[in-house]
């Protein structure tokens, strides 16, 4: 299986834009759709940007406009471009292979990359 780490979380101010990478132990063309999540304290982990294999992505609403996801399959790497951030992007942020979380009850998400964005 093809394992997956997040890096380039850091402090930013509001406004300001981050790249986030998530790299591939394998073939990143294997996998059909890669998903970028966000966990904010206390609450769920969610869902908030898709690429899939054709090229097709998709956005959380709260991030649709905001960020962009992009996959390059010849580093094995997809990327997540974050501009005009909130303070309400503040979390960590995972990549996954969307459908193993929703396959492995126990699967192991990582430690992610933390985000932090000051008022």
């Known amino acids: 299986q093809v394992h997956l780490v997040e890096s380039g979380g850091g402090l930013v101010q509001a406004g300001g834009s981050l790249r986030l990478s998530c790299a591939a132990s394998?073939?990143?063309?294997?996998?059909?759709?890669i998903g970028w999540y966000r966990q904010v304290p206390g609450k769920h982990r969610d869902l908030i940007a898709t690429?899939?294999?054709?090229?097709?992505?998709s956005y959380d609403g709260s991030v649709k406009g905001r960020f962009t996801i992009s996959r390059d399959n010849a580093q094995n790497t997809v990327y997540l471009q974050m501009d005009n951030l909130k303070p309400e992007d503040t979390g960590v942020y995972y990549c996954?292979?969307?459908?193993?979380?929703?396959?492995?009850?126990?699967?192991?998400w990582g430690q992610g990359t933390k985000v932090t964005v000051s008022s």
């Open positions: 394998g073939m990143l063309s294997n996998i059909q759709t």
């Open positions: 690429t899939s294999r054709d090229g097709t992505t």
């Open positions: 996954a292979d969307v459908i193993r979380p929703l396959t492995d009850a126990s699967y192991d």
